[in-house]
């Protein structure tokens, strides 16, 4: 149960960051403070720093096997973002599959560095 609470708690504080950080950027972009180029760009990276830092800070927390706990991590996140593109009707294309990929190496080096970076006891 503390393993469902820990994920759940990441879970929450990367949709919750992300969904403030793009408010942020969206509102930047709306009163043209930031060009199309840098706003398509800043896009992907908060997405990814997101989910780098709270993948680290899970590897941090988990006992062994860092990369598999990044890529739970990462699972979930694609799931979710399935389901949102499926109830949406967006298309699938090559794209969404090497931003898929991005986001399972993202998760899975943040949770390696993660656990690497524990204390020791």
Do not use: Q, W
């Not at 990441?10 to 709306?30: A, D, K, P, R």
């Not at 988990?62 to 298309?91: C, D, Q, R, W």
């Amino acid at each position: 149960m503390n393993y469902l609470k820990n994920i759940g708690k990441v879970i929450l504080i990367t949709f919750s960051s992300i969904i403030i950080l793009g408010f942020l950027l969206n509102i930047l972009y709306y009163f043209d403070i930031i060009g199309n180029n840098i706003y398509n760009i800043m896009k992907m990276v908060i997405v990814l720093l997101c989910l780098f830092v709270n993948a680290y800070l899970l590897g941090k927390a988990s006992l062994k096997h860092g990369i598999v706990e990044g890529l739970k991590l990462g699972a979930i996140f694609l799931l979710i973002m399935i389901i949102l593109k499926t109830i949406t009707n967006s298309p699938f294309d090559i794209r969404t599959i090497i931003y898929s990929i991005i986001i399972l190496l993202t998760t899975s080096v943040g949770a390696v560095i993660g656990i690497n970076k524990k204390e020791k006891k």
